[in-house]
């Protein structure tokens, strides 16, 4: 069942982005994260959202800060919501595990996606995450505490959830 619900992530997010969008909480309690990400870039730096979904509240809090924001996600109805609330800013619809953008950013985020993704695919973004950094790049993901799966539900279907030990991570 994991394997099979890693593999149905986007489809989850294409089908139920109105509920997503409705759900989704606006309070923004990864402000003090977002903080610390934002203190460490460049002034206007370029940042790079790795599974985007709907830019509210994260990519709109960045866009805020006065980041030119590249958002990036596999699930075309999550970007289009994006397109509408932010239009002069730039969304492309890929899946992460394939990101090659031939370009580099001054900080990538991967917030609350990163964790949607098997441990094979999670060691390998690491090669895609190496390709669009430069020197200095930061990177902000969201992980578990220990290696492991957890599911979860969102719209009455199984949300998949892993996580890599932490020295993995280093």
Excluded at 7 to 34: C, D, G, M, P, V
């Amino acid at each position: 069942m994991s394997n099979s619900a890693a593999q149905n992530i986007l489809s989850i997010y294409q089908r139920h982005a109105q509920t997503f969008a409705e759900q989704r909480s606006q309070a923004l309690f990864e402000k003090s994260w977002l903080e610390k990400f934002a203190h460490q870039l460049p002034d206007k730096g370029n940042i790079i959202d790795i599974g985007c979904g709907n830019g509210q509240p994260i990519a709109g809090w960045l866009i805020r800060q006065g980041f030119q924001l590249t958002g990036v996600d596999g699930a075309s109805a999550m970007l289009e919501r994006a397109r509408q609330q932010f239009p002069t800013r730039r969304w492309i619809q890929q899946d992460m595990r394939q990101l090659s953008l031939g370009e580099t950013f001054d900080g990538l985020l991967a917030w609350d996606s990163f964790f949607h993704l098997a441990h094979e695919d999670q060691r390998s973004m690491f090669d895609r995450f190496a390709e669009h950094s430069h020197a200095g790049s930061v990177l902000m993901f969201t992980s578990g505490t220990h290696h492991g799966i957890a599911m979860g539900q969102f719209a009455g279907e199984p949300l998949f959830h892993a996580s890599l030990a932490p020295d993995e991570y280093r």
